[in-house]
């Protein structure tokens, strides 16, 4: 594998591409995208499950409500306990019925009050958040989208002059060594080419093999057993 010379002046080129998508990636323009893009997907989940916890407490608390009026009901019917009275019926017994019933509503009150409360304060979340929601949406459509996008056509002008440079140093450069350059490149492996040291990869510090020392000896570019990454002769 010649080429070294070429190989060279390629990743030299390809660092400065690398370095752009690197600062494209660490960019405030992107961080703020992002984060504005995550928080609108995870507010409209929560959105929908708030809602969904509200319904379900005020179907239970209408529930309880109707409880509520039947109990009620049936105490209005003892309005005509002093009848039953006359009629010979045993005191003890309406009486006793009276204020269980009236135990029971007591009960059935402070759990519609609890779940009254529990509805409010959903209703309550659900607002700040829907209210919160609105507003990053609105910074997100108007600015942060907006600043990106131009971010990213600005790079892209940058970017399209480095790609074409690379394209003609890679005319001189053997397609399948290229091709391995790339996968490298793509694996987040960078620099691909490294000048060895004292018989070791200066990256992960695998020793040559005896072959590989003779090969890169003659001039050859070889790749580390370790990190795969392109070696050559330290001049
Ligand atoms: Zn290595």
Redesign the pocket.
């Known amino acids: 594998m010649a080429q070294l010379e070429q190989l060279l002046q390629y990743q030299q080129v390809d660092s400065e591409l690398l370095k752009i998508e690197q600062e494209a990636s660490s960019s405030d323009e992107r961080k703020n995208y992002v984060q504005a893009k995550k928080f609108l997907e995870k507010a409209a989940e929560k959105l929908d499950g708030l809602d969904a916890k509200a319904r379900e407490l005020t179907a239970l608390a209408n529930e309880l409500n109707a409880k509520y009026a039947e109990i009620a009901e049936t105490l209005g019917e003892f309005d005509n306990v002093d009848e039953l009275l006359d009629g010979g019926a045993e005191i003890s017994f309406y009486k006793k019925n009276v204020l269980q019933l009236l135990d029971t509503l007591r009960a059935l009150k402070s759990e519609i009050n609890g779940l009254n409360k529990s509805v409010k304060e959903a209703d309550e979340e659900y607002r700040a958040l829907k209210k919160k929601t609105l507003a990053v949406q609105e910074q997100y459509n108007t600015e942060f989208s907006v600043k990106y996008k131009a971010y990213v056509e600005a790079k892209k002008a940058e970017m399209a002059k480095i790609a074409a440079k690379l394209e003609s140093i890679a005319k001189s450069i053997d397609a399948e060594v290229l091709k391995k350059y790339k996968i490298k490149r793509s694996e987040r492996i960078f620099p691909i080419l490294c000048a060895e040291k004292n018989g070791r ?1 200066p ?4 020793e040559l093999s005896l072959k590989g020392k003779e090969q890169i000896v003659s001039g050859e570019v070889i790749e ?6 392109f ?1 050559f002769k330290d001049k």
Do not use: P, V
């Open positions: 990869c990256k992960c510090g695998t580390c057993d370790g990190c795969r990454r070696l």
